[in-house]
C-alpha cells in the first residue's frame, strides 16, 4: 500500500491478471479474433456525442476489456475523476485543483475551490471576452489612430500557443477571413519577424497569452512587438492600451509590463497550461471564429465532460481509450502512440495533443515520488493522412515496433469546399479506412505469392497486419466537435495518469533547461564565466562565440 492507500500496480492482482492474458493471447492476430468473433465489428464501437468509435481493429478480447476495465476499478479511476470535478486538489505538488472541466460548465453549476464557486467568474470572464470579441469583429475596437483591427497576433508558448493556434487551423472555415490571425510563440525572432511581415501597425491587435506572465520567450517577444509597434506609430505610449490585451492569472506582472489591467482576461491557477485554451487563452480564437461559435465548442467539450462523468465503464470512451494505452504500454511495450487525422485542417492537431499528453503522462516517479515499475506516458505523434502515407507509414506496416494509431475522419466535407475539391472527400476517406484495413489485416506470403511474386520478393512484400488503430469518425468537422475530441483525449490522458498513479498535473521536467538557458546565456553574450560548466557544454559555447566572431 502507498500513503494514499493504494497498492503499487505492479503488485496489483489485476495487473498480474492482465500480464497471464497477454501470454495467453501469445502472437495474437487480428485476421484470427475476427474468424472467431466476427460480430466484434459491431459490438465494439461506442459512441459520444458526434463521434463514432470503433475499436474492432484492436487487439482485444471480451475478456482483455473486462480485465482492463478491473484495472480501472482497483485504480480507482471513477473516484479520482469523481475527485477532480468536485474540485478537489488532485494535482499534489503543486496543491492544486484541476478544474479545465468548471471552463465548460453551465452557468447555473456549482463548482467549489476552497469554498467558492468558481462558475460565476469562469462566465463572467466569457462575456468580458464576447464583447470584446464583437468589438473587434464589429470594428467598434480600434487602434491608436482609429482605423480598425485587421491583425491578430498572439504572442504565447505552450499551452498559451498551441490550443488557440491548433484550434484557430482546425475552425478557420468559420472565422473571419478579413482579419488576419498569426501565432508567434518561438524565442528565435525570426519567429515574430516572419509573423510581423507585412502588417500595418496600425491595424494590429497582439493579445499576449501567459498564465504566469513571466514566461522568457513570450516577455521577450511582447517586448520585441511593443517596441515594433510604438515605431511604426511615432512612439506615443498610449498606443499601447489599444494594441496590447493580456491574457493572464498574473495581473501584478501584466500590470508591471506596462499592460493596463482592464485589458487583462483573467483565468485561474486550477486551469493548466495544456488545459487552459477553452479559458480566456482561446481569446484569439475567440475573436476568430465569434462568441457564438466559441460557445458551440464549449457545448462539445461538456458534452464529453458529461459522459466520462456519467456513462458506465463498458460504454465510457474515454475509460476505453484511455486504458487501451495502457494495455499496449505496458504488455506490449509499445513507446509510442500515433494520432492520424484525415482533415488538413488538423494539421496541428497532434502537435497540440504532444503537450497534453507528453507534459501531462511524461513523468517517471508516482504521486508519492517514488520511481514508478512501469511504462507511462508514450511518445504521441503524427501528421494528416494523406501525407503521412507517402512518408512514414512504411514503418507502421512492415517496421519492427508496435505502434497503435487514431485514425480520425469526417463524413462531409467542410461546406466552403467548391463542389471539385468537396468531391476529393471520398477519396481521402478510403486512404484511411484503406489504411485500417491494411494495418489490421496486412497481406500474408500466399496472399502475395498468388499474385505471382518472385519467391525472393515474398518476404519483402508480406505485411504482417495485427497494427492495431481505433477509428474516429464525425459527421463533419464543426466547433463543436472539435470541442468533443480535445475532451476526449483530455480524459483519456487523465483516465491513465490515474492508472499508472502519477500526477499528470505538473510539469516539473521542463524547469532544469529554463534554469540552465538563464545562466548560460551571459556566457554567449558577455563570455562571462558559468560556474561549474561541464567541459562539453563548456566546448559548445566557445564554438559558438567563435563561430559569432566574439
Ligand atoms: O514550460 C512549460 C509551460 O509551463 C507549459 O506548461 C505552459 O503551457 C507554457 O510553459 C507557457 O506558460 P505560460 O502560459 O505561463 O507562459
Redesign the pocket.
Known sequence: MNATGRARLDRMAEWDALGKHRQELGEVSLRELFARDPGRAGRYVLRVGDLRVDFAKQLVTDETLRLLRDLAAATDVAGLRDAMFRGEKINVTEGRAVLHTALRAPADAVVEVDGENVVPAVHAVLDRMADFADRVRSGEWTGHTGRRIRAVVNL??????LGPAMAYEVLRPFSAREVDFRFVSNVDGADLHEALRGLDPAETLFIV???????IE?ITNATSARRWLLEGLGGDEAAVARHFVAV?TNAEKVAAFGIDTANMFEFWDWV???Y?YDSA?GLSLMIAIGPLRFREMLDGFRLVDEHFRTAPPEENVPLLLGLLGVWYGGFFDAQSHAVLPYSHYLARFTAYLQ?LDM?SNGKRVDRQGRQVGWGTGPVVWGTPGTNGQHAYYQLLHQGTRLIPADLIGFARPVAELADDLAAQHDLLMANLFAQGQALAFGRTPDEVRAEGVADELVPHRTFPGSRPTTTILAPELSPSVLGQLVALYEHKVFVQGAVWDIDSFD?WG?ELG?VLAKRVEPALTEGAEVPGLDPSTAGLVAAYRELRGR
Open positions: 504565447g508558448i505552450g499551452g498559451s500557443d497569452a501567459s498564465k504566469t506572465f513571466t514566461t513570450t493572464s493548466g497550461g495544456r487552459s487563452i503537450q507534459e510539469q521542463v529554463k
